[in-house]
T-cell receptor
Framework: DTGVSQDPRHKITKRGQNVTFRCDPI?????LYWYRQTLGQGPEFLTY????????KSRLLSDRFSAERPKGSFSTLEIQRTEQGDSAMYLC??????????????FGPGTRLTVT | DQQVKQNSPSLSVQEGRISILNCDYT??????FLWYKKYPAEGPTFLIS?????DKNEDGRFTVFLNKSAKHLSLHIVPSQPGDSAVYFC???????????FGTGTLLAVQP
């Protein structure tokens, strides 16, 4: 079990550019979550998937953000027309729905986005 | 509206002593609570959880206590070790949603 992986680990982009991040969950996990963390704050929920279905989106997820999980395995998070306020750590987590401890979410290392 | 609060931004403890990290919540719909540990430039690592039907859960050096009437939980680490130095986040979830709501974290420094 290799845990949750995220790619890239770091991304520097210019304002107005589009960026895409990838998350590979723990292989048997059917739920996948995206969070965003800024300095001095805890992670904030963005969206989550159960298999390929996107079941909930936060108000934080503006129209410039889109997430997919096309085959119920890996997921991508795209930010279009990046703004400096998008600079943050983007975290992915996964969990197993249907077991007694389905609320335990396991996080990847994160992707640090810097918008210049 | 901060539904999960960690009012102590930092805590310093001597090696071998007990570390007690506190967390308060406001939403009575939460039915499970978790503690995560985070090192700089890494993702949060799951430590221990507790459901609302329990008031205590132990795992090795880590014990979480839940006081539902006070809407308060705490994490006890004993004995504390220098490797425990990190930021600790409490998180809560439950009801109709599966998202976790995190506190702002407490930086624990364990002095050798």
């Amino acid at each position: 079990d290799t845990g949750v992986s995220q790619d890239p680990r770091h991304k520097i982009t210019k304002r107005g550019q589009n960026v895409t991040f990838r998350c590979d969950p723990i292989s048997e996990h059917n739920r996948l979550y995206w969070y965003r963390q800024t300095l001095g704050q805890g992670p904030e929920f963005l969206t989550y998937f159960q298999n390929e279905a996107q079941l909930e989106k936060s108000r934080l997820l503006s129209d410039r953000f889109s997430a997919e999980r096309p085959k119920g395995s890996f997921s991508t998070l795209e930010i279009q027309r990046t703004e400096q306020g998008d600079s943050a750590m983007y975290l992915c987590a996964s969990s197993v729905y249907g077991t007694g401890n389905s609320y335990e979410q396991y996080f990847g290392p994160g992707t640090r986005l810097t918008v210049t | 509206d901060q539904q999960v609060k960690q009012n102590s931004p930092s805590l310093s403890v001597q090696e071998g002593r007990i570390s007690i990290l506190n967390c308060d919540y406001t939403n009575s719909m939460f039915d499970y609570f978790l503690w995560y540990k985070k090192y700089p430039a890494e993702g949060p690592t799951f430590l221990i959880s507790i459901s609302s039907i329990k008031d205590k859960n132990e795992d090795g050096r880590f014990t979480v206590f839940l006081n539902k009437s006070a809407k308060h939980l705490s994490l006890h680490i004993v004995p504390s070790q220098p490797g425990d130095s990190a930021v600790y986040f409490c998180a809560a979830g439950g009801g109709a949603t599966n998202k976790l709501i995190f506190g702002t974290g407490t930086l624990l420094a364990v002095q050798p």
